[in-house]
């Protein structure tokens, strides 16, 4: 099985790039930016990693950050991360970045965007990886900050394939956001968002009415309510369900306990994705055989997995064509 999840070509709807800094590159980043680290060794950042909440991971989280600075710092983030996900069979990676978080350092987004472009670029034309960019709003910090930064990406906005909702979700309703993703409506920008994480359904409802979604990044709370179940597969509303960060960050006790079984025998349109891979104990092929061990699922049910991947990522219908071919060759069918 693990063969055969590793030629799946894996399309990865739900994943923070800078969520993606292996300790050894947050080591190399801080020296080469003069960063102090409050870790001693590359051991003591891996043990750090022993999360209660999504807030405790957040702490560390915006932490490393403290060594990206300069475009060349983003591009190596990006590329280190593309050149893993593509040894794993990942094909398209759909990418949430956090603005916010560094502009509040001082790191423009000119900076962000010029060397996250030219990794996207490289990793297009010599890996045949194709991607999506997310700019994510962070939902701790006022609207009005948010609603700012989207004004300010007018230069980029073209190259933005959706904008999300990212953060601390307790006490973050989607609902503080309505009038910043309804400039994004009006742009023309696709919207996702985080809700059922950590949230309560309400929440899911929100983002769905208020902020006019097409994908609910984690959503694994809406089981809680049958008619909203309904609503989500009448729809065709994708979940982007991250399992291995959902054990990592108590959202479920275990893998064995998680709702995705459920998920899928409601009927609900579901994919499988990393999150944050640095920090949750693996990548998109650790995420698929962890799903397989815990639930036994065989072939035909990461096949679907994969389809339903495709079918809901910003891409072309010519690369979802090549995407449908791959899959099909791997499939036998």
Not at 64 to 78: H, I, N, T
Request: proline share 5%.
């Amino acid at each position: 099985m693990h063969e055969f999840l590793k030629r799946l070509p894996k399309v990865e709807l739900h994943l923070h790039i800078e969520g993606t800094l292996e300790p050894e590159l947050l080591f190399t980043l801080a020296e080469r930016n003069g960063v102090m680290l409050p870790y001693a060794s590359i051991e003591d950042v891996y043990a750090a990693y022993d999360f209660s909440d999504l807030q405790s991971f957040l702490d560390i989280y915006y932490q490393g950050m403290s060594v990206l600075q300069k475009p060349e710092d983003f591009y190596a983030l990006a590329m280190d991360y593309f050149r893993r996900a593509s040894d794993e069979g990942v094909v398209h990676v759909e990418m949430h970045f956090d603005p916010q978080a560094h502009i509040s350092r001082g790191v423009g987004l000119s900076t962000i965007l010029e060397g996250l472009s030219l990794a996207r670029q490289e990793a297009e034309s010599e890996l045949g990886l194709s991607s999506a960019l997310i700019m994510a709003f962070l939902r701790d910090r006022p609207a009005a900050e948010a609603m700012q930064v989207l004004e300010s990406a007018k230069p980029y906005w073209d190259i933005l394939d959706a904008v999300g909702l990212d953060s601390a979700e307790k006490g973050n309703p989607p609902e503080k956001f309505s009038e910043v993703f309804g400039r994004a409506k009006q742009i023309g920008i696709p919207r996702v968002a985080h809700a059922g994480e950590e949230g309560p359904v309400d929440y899911i409802y929100q983002a769905l009415d208020l902020l006019d979604v097409c994908r609910i990044d984690h959503g694994v709370q809406c089981l809680q309510d049958p008619a909203l179940v309904e609503r989500l597969r009448h729809q065709g509303t994708v979940l982007t369900v991250c399992p291995l960060s959902n054990v990592r960050l108590k959202v479920v006790e275990s893998m064995q306990a998680h709702p995705l079984p459920q998920l899928l025998d409601a009927g609900l349109v579901v994919t499988i994705n990393s999150d944050d891979p640095a920090y949750f104990g693996g990548g998109m092929l650790a995420n698929f055989m962890a799903c397989h061990q815990a639930f036994g699922w065989q072939e035909a049910v990461f096949c679907k997995l994969a389809a339903n991947a495709i079918d809901n990522a910003f891409m072309g219908e010519v690369r979802k064509a090549q995407l449908y071919k791959q899959l099909k060759k791997v499939a036998g069918y």
